[in-house]
């Protein structure tokens, strides 16, 4: 009877988690455009790369088209001139001649982070006060630029004028620096998609990154302001960079983008999210590198916020109903369990339309809850483990974050 009431409990608290969640994303202007383009700072965009694929090309093709009225400059770098990338991108530097682009080898990769560290090495050769950060999957529409760096224009029209004053402490003796106003964007980051899952494999992640990741995000910023960035495309200043100590103090961590949005947002900084949507096209792959992904995924996000994720498991709207349907029988029960499944399909289907504006993944509606369980796996082994595979090397995971090769 007593675990019955306490499952009872738990499957009402993952329902409402769920619903908050769905309403926190509709709430989200999503796709919405910046209605003035006026605002055009000229731009470095920093890009890591490592190897190709087939939608490489169209991928880094997409910024080179880019429709902004500002300067750019591309930065890509390679760990070795040998890599297969540099073809591509060597043709898209002769195509696009009246783009001020660079392909930089980086010899010298020193810290476990290789991707860190490669923009440790673009960070020097930067003509601009905004750099862009990029993976290397990433293609974005023509209008990008313009949208990703709106959310710098109220910072630009203070630029001359003090600072107001912020509450708290007013100096940070762990970097040296006197703590800006906390309505000053200290950078900007963007939701993203994953743009081909064309096997049943990356369908299941799908979920994770189409329908949950995103809408998370904005549910935990209806509890408190991020502290944290996301690392498909990011938009900081050099000025901002350098309070942290530049690339190179990320270069042993494991998750760079959530280090430098979580150290910005310390010194009183703003995390802004722009609402244009990026893709991200990867290579076929299968059940076991999905699962090593999210696994490392879940390994990350465990050090980073151990407290926030090990509750998250409160919020799986199919494990609580099943487990209190197992306990106690009963048509009611069975029936709320019935409408719990039904409204978490119902939500996974329609936030990932509403991020992919497409319904190709309609048929997959049955995996919603596969995902839900096989997440409770991912969940219990971030908890049993510290090792974690990434681009094919092994690596442990400190406590703090950041790696030593295995």
């Not at 980073?304 to 029960?333: D, E, G, H, M, Q």
């Amino acid at each position: 009877m007593i675990l019955s009431l306490i499952l009872g409990c738990l499957a009402c608290l993952s329902l409402t988690l769920l619903l908050w969640q769905w309403v926190a994303a509709l709430r989200f202007p999503l796709h919405q455009r910046a209605g003035d383009n006026s605002f055009a700072p000229a731009v470095t965009l920093l890009k890591p790369l490592k190897e190709c694929d087939p939608s490489t090309e169209d991928c880094l093709r997409s910024w080179f088209t880019q429709q902004y009225a500002g300067g750019m400059q591309f930065l890509f770098a390679v760990a070795s001139a040998e890599d297969p990338v540099c073809e591509v991108v060597r043709r898209l530097m002769n195509e696009y001649r009246h783009r001020d682009a660079q392909l930089v080898v980086c010899s010298a990769v020193p810290g476990a982070n290789a991707k860190a560290s490669k923009l440790a090495e673009l960070e020097k050769l930067a003509q601009y006060e905004v750099l862009i950060i990029s993976d290397a999957d990433v293609q974005v529409p023509p209008d990008f630029l313009t949208n990703v760096v709106a959310p710098l224009r109220a910072e630009d029209g203070r630029a001359g004028s003090p600072l107001p004053a912020v509450s708290g402490p007013a100096h940070d003796g762990a970097h040296g620096v006197t703590r800006p106003a906390s309505q000053t964007v200290g950078l900007v980051s963007c939701f993203y998609r994953l743009a081909n899952p064309t096997t049943l494999a990356m369908q299941w992640e799908a979920i994770a990154v189409n329908a949950d990741f995103w809408s998370q995000v904005l549910q935990s910023q209806s509890l408190k302001p991020l502290d944290f960035a996301l690392g498909a495309v990011m938009v900081t200043r050099r000025r901002h960079l350098d309070e942290i100590g530049g690339f190179k103090s990320l270069a042993e961590c494991l998750a760079d983008d959530y280090q430098l949005g979580n150290r910005l947002a310390r010194l009183g900084y703003r995390i802004a999210l722009c609402t244009v949507v990026v893709q991200c096209w990867d290579p076929p792959v299968t059940w076991g590198s999905v699962w090593k992904h999210q696994l490392r995924w879940a390994r990350t996000i465990r050090v980073c916020r151990p407290a926030p994720y090990f509750f998250s498991i409160l919020s799986n709207a199919t494990l609580w109903p099943l487990l209190w349907f197992v306990a106690n029988p009963a048509k009611s029960v069975l029936l709320f369990a019935c409408a719990a499944w039904g409204a978490r399909v119902l939500a996974a289907t329609h936030l990932q339309t509403r991020l992919a504006q497409s319904r190709g993944h309609w048929l997959f509606f049955w995996l919603v809850p596969v995902k839900d369980l096989l997440q409770v796996v991912i969940w219990f082994c971030a908890f049993t483990g510290n090792r974690i595979e990434w681009r094919r090397q092994r690596y442990r995971l400190r406590r703090d974050g950041t790696l030593i090769k295995a």
